[in-house]
């Protein structure tokens, strides 16, 4: 013990001795450290911590497949397949149907939106939750009036935590709900995957029109499977199951299958692989900073040849000397991994700010017992595995050595040398690795960010009102709210145009079939798809979407003039190749044709400029056929609403940023009880779309370039090992009349040697890398040369800029006191 606290001791005060040594080492392996720490204590919290529910391994989601890909999720599923399930199958505790729904609360406060979901009774049974306050549904609510339980958050905010609201009633869509729990403050459950937590929740009664035994009504599905049965088990039931409904419902899309997931997996689908990506990537940074660190180690135990060699020359054993060294290194990692820790709870609190997901995992993230203790290990693992060379190195020494003053020249320094040769070639690779997979994300990126939407984001603000059905029951009078609304909205000052849609442009929920007037009859599966949107006269024009040939929307289109439509470009090409599509007719067609009659004949008089659309969190632009239809010339609605409110978006055009209350005034001066949704402009709709590939790409870039700087000190201490080691010869050299600009070219052409043999042994990995990248990528090859080219290039500069201290500095070597000394 004495001898291990003397260790100690001689440790720290050689770390303060040397303290550009200590600097660097204890920094980079902070910095990597402390990314280890922060993104496993995110990976930990999504991926590997336990939901917050009742034994959370047997709880699993259920979703709709197509035949062309039976591993990945489809269509939402159908609430008639909902009640077959749960009355046939045997292989669930419980089965749940729940789907999300916006709400309009008032009556206690001012009218608010909230984001809510219809769900059955035995939901929170299923999912094994209990309430903080009251209780949730039983099934004597399903045969009662009506119900809610509500979020503790809402609770706190919109009631003030006030217990009196248990028993109440509440107002959500102009009909009342009695309020009969609240839910834990730390109840997590992502609804549809959706980046937002749900705010209340209503129970589906008997006497609901919309969910009934023939009732194809869309609801997410989730089970607690009995114990001892598995996911598989459970797989194979309900694709029986599945194949009988397919032949007895005509509304099924055709061959569709069952797939079963765990829930844990199923709540953390669109974010895992990009989770997993930058996991990996962080895990490749701290190995580059354990070898950077291990080289720094090697350069300076050369330096300490001559002091070990006189160790060894007065009698201390090897195991003595190696335990020394082995202290030095285990302090110098623990005081990175303890200043990591540090730097990694403020990253953590950075992301939870950040929350680049637009959601936190259940429970929150944050280091606890696990990944503190998943830390120590790695340290102290990293600590062994990069530090042992480095000590064994450094006491292969003979007493010999002892005797001669150019310590540094001798074979062991020599080999030192080699071995630090050999781990920045190591960083080389590995960071022309992360360098390639960073440069192609950001290609993509860039890629993404230049394709033409089709749509404006400039000046280009949003918002949407929710319009409850037993107020607003008839379109009639939904389009008298909107014509209202809308001419309110055009008398507002500095704005340019407004519109009105029941969907947002910028993705597309699914295409349906398309029937052309004078073509061959075809079943209703066999006809050509196209996306389609309702929208107001003023869209077009708000959203920037240029009219290309024809005529738009008027406000002479109402429901008396012949009914209507305008399609884009993409539909004129594809379902029109060879004529003019002006004055043709379409009619929109129903995979459910048992809805009553079909559809009216729309005359086409207009055809617009193609929008793209992107999916949430994807990373490809999608490009559809789109056909729009007034909002004023829409049919009675017949057979399932979705939804208890219908939800009308709002574009409005303006070159001076819009008070969310002058437009609140439009809206209240024809409704009061009608809320208003949050006000966003176009781009950033656009940008929270897309932030999983932006968070891919500038995290990763982030690792990227700590491991160009950690590449660089390496490249940089080698180098200037290198000179201390050459130093006679290059006295010598410079004596004997060299020219300062061959002894400097000598460091640099050794630097950009070393980054050579680097850069050809990433080449391999880096192809690897990429390929395993691919689903990434969008508008650009996995193999892209330009990529390749500039980050070789990069790294050949940063060699270079690394290695000019030392050859500067070899330039200014005395010959004379060089040879002196030797």
């Keep these: 013990m004495e001898s291990l606290l003397h260790d100690l001791r001689y440790t720290l005060r050689m770390l303060v001795k040397w303290p550009l040594f200590s600097a660097l080492s204890i920094s980079t392996l902070a910095l990597a450290i402390s990314a280890n720490t922060a993104m496993f204590s995110i990976v930990n919290a999504w991926l590997l911590r336990p939901l917050p529910l009742k034994d959370p391994q047997r709880l699993v989601a259920v979703w709709k497949t197509r035949q062309q890909n039976p591993t990945q999720p489809a269509y939402f599923d159908y609430y008639h397949d909902y009640l077959i399930w749960a009355g046939q199958s045997r292989v669930f505790e419980s089965l749940a149907g729940s789907f999300e729904q916006n709400y309009s609360i008032t009556g206690s406060g001012e009218a608010e939106q909230l984001h809510g979901a219809v769900a059955t009774w035995n939901i929170f049974q299923t999912l094994g939750a209990s309430p903080a306050l009251g209780r949730l549904f039983s099934a004597d609510d399903a045969r009662g009036e009506a119900a809610c339980v509500i979020s503790y958050s809402l609770w706190k905010e919109r009631f ?171 302090v110098l990692f623990l005081l990175g991994g303890l200043a990591g820790l540090a730097l990694a709870f403020a990253l953590v609190r950075v992301f939870v700010a950040w929350n680049p997901f637009g959601v936190l995992p259940p429970g929150g993230v944050h280091l606890d017992a696990t990944v503190l203790a998943v830390t120590a290990a790695g340290v102290c693992l990293t600590a062994l595995l990069f ?47 992360l360098l390639v997979a960073a440069g192609l994300l950001i290609s993509t990126l860039l890629r993404i960010d230049s394709e033409p939407l089709g749509f404006s984001t400039h000046d280009v603000f949003a918002t949407d009102v929710a319009l409850p059905y037993l107020r607003y029951a008839s379109v009639d009078q939904q389009g008298i709210f909107a014509r209202r609304l809308l001419l309110n909205l055009r008398g507002l000052p ?11 442009p910028f993705n597309v929920n699914g295409l349906g079939p398309i029937e052309i007037e004078g073509q061959p009859a075809a079943r209703v599966y066999e006809l050509p798809q196209a996306a389609s949107f309702v929208v107001s006269d003023g869209y077009f024009d708000a959203l920037g979407i240029p009219l290309l ?25 594809q379902f029109f190749p060879d004529t003019d ?43 559809y056929p789109a056909a729009y239809t007034s909002l004023f010339q829409r049919e009675e609605e017949s057979g399932v609403r979705r939804s208890s409110a219908l939800t009308l978006y709002l574009y409005m055009q303006t070159a001076h940023p819009l008070a969310p209350a002058a437009i609140a005034s439009a809206v209240h001066s024809i409704d009061p009880d009608v809320p208003l949704g949050s006000l966003r402009s176009a781009g950033e709709i656009v940008q929270s779309l897309r932030s999983q590939p932006h968070v891919r790409a500038d995290m990763l870039t982030t690792f990227a370039l700590l491991t160009l700087v950690f590449a660089a000190i390496g490249i940089g201490g080698a180098m200037a090992q290198m000179v201390e080691h050459r130093r006679r010869e290059m006295g010598i050299r410079i004596a004997l009349g060299a020219e300062t600009a061959r002894i400097r070219n000598l460091v640099l052409s050794r630097a950009l040697t070393l980054a050579g043999v680097g850069i050809i042994l990433g080449i391999a990995g880096a192809i690897i890398v990429a390929r395993l990248l691919s689903s990434y990528l969008y508008g650009v090859s996995s193999l892209d040369p330009w990529t390749f080219t500039l980050v070789i290039a990069i790294l050949c500069a940063v060699s270079l800029l690394a290695a000019y201290i030392p050859a500067r500095r070899a330039t200014k070597c005395d010959p004379m006191l060089t040879l002196k000394c030797e």
């Design 549 to 573: 040939r024809g005529r738009e929307f008027t406000e002479s289109d109402g429901p008396r003039s012949p009914p209507i439509a305008v399609i884009n470009e993409e539909m004129a090409r």
């Design 387 to 433: 530090g042992s060379l480095p000590a064994f190195r450094a006491v292969r020494v003979r007493e010999s050595d002892a005797l001669r003053a150019a310590s540094l020249s001798t074979t062991s320094a020599k080999s030192q040398l080699r071995s630090r040769f050999t781990f920045v070639a190591a960083q080389i690779s590995l960071s022309l690795m």
């Design 581 to 623: 599509p002006l004055g043709k007719r379409i009619r929109l067609r129903h995979i459910d044709e048992t809805r009553g009659p079909l559809d009216p004949w729309l005359t086409v008089v207009g055809v617009v400029g193609d929008t793209r659309s992107l999916r949430y969190n994807q990373i490809q632009w999608d490009r």
């Design 160 to 330: 003030h935590s006030s217990r009196a609201v248990l028993g109440s009633s509440v107002t959500l869509n102009e009909k009342l709900y009695r309020v009969l729990g609240v839910l834990p403050a730390d109840f997590s459950f992502r609804l549809l995957d959706r980046p937002f937590e749900t705010a209340v929740w209503t129970v589906i009664t008997n006497d609901d029109k919309n969910y009934n035994a023939a009732s194809p009504a869309p609801v997410s599905v989730l089970g607690r499977l009995q114990p001892g049965i598995t996911v598989e088990q459970a797989q194979e039931q309900l694709s029986s199951l599945q194949q009988e409904l397919n032949r007895r419902f005509r509304d099924e899309p055709e061959n569709s299958g069952v797939l079963v997931v765990s829930l844990q997996e199923d709540n953390t689908r669109t974010i895992r692989s990009s989770l997993l990506l930058l996991f990996g990537a962080v895990v490749v940074l701290l190995v580059i900073a354990c070898v950077n660190t291990g080289s720094l180690i090697l350069g300076r135990n050369a330096q300490r040849a001559k002091e070990f060699a006189v160790r060894v020359a007065l009698g201390s054993g090897i195991g003595r000397l190696l335990q020394q060294l082995t202290v030095e290194i285990l």
């Design 494 to 504: 500095a704005l340019r145009f407004a519109g009105a849609s029941l969907a947002w």
